[in-house]
């Protein structure tokens, strides 16, 4: 679990815009295998989990992080570019389409409810998502 407390953008750390936006995020194995990892690297040099190799310090922009880390990772990856923020929309759809609630999808995301949740990504969500599962399968077996 990572806790969310602080956004940095163009370079300016601040609060979420709202207090969903602090948060618990569940993270996945290799996702805390990560953490534990990096944790040998930046656990006493600053506050900061992902820092710059080149400064050990703090990313000072997303755009730094861009072009110094992401581009060349997808390039060896044999990867599409896709903007960093694009894992945040995998990670919604993904949920979505594996028939997670909508509401812990939009807890996950930091938003207040589920309205954000179901304009941007209600394509994902099974129209069958309130149903309990025993009784899906009781309907699909008749």
Sequence with gaps: MA??????????????N?????RALDLNPEAM??????????????????LN????????????IRKTLWQPLLLRAGV??????????????TLLTAGTNPWYVAQQLGHVDVQMV???YGKFIPQDYQKPKAALRTVGNE
Aim: proline letters at 5%.
């Design 33 to 50: 295998a990560a953490l534990l990892a990096q944790k040998s690297v930046s656990f006493l040099a600053d506050e900061h989990v992902w």
């Design 118 to 120: 179901f304009r941007i």
């Design 80 to 93: 599409r570019y896709r903007n960093p923020y694009q894992a945040r929309h995998t990670y919604a759809s």
């Design 53 to 64: 190799p080149r400064t050990g310090r703090a990313w000072g922009t997303d755009a730094q």
């Design 3 to 16: 806790n969310i407390d602080r956004n940095q953008v163009a370079g300016v750390e601040k609060g979420p």
């Design 18 to 22: 709202t207090e969903a936006g602090v």
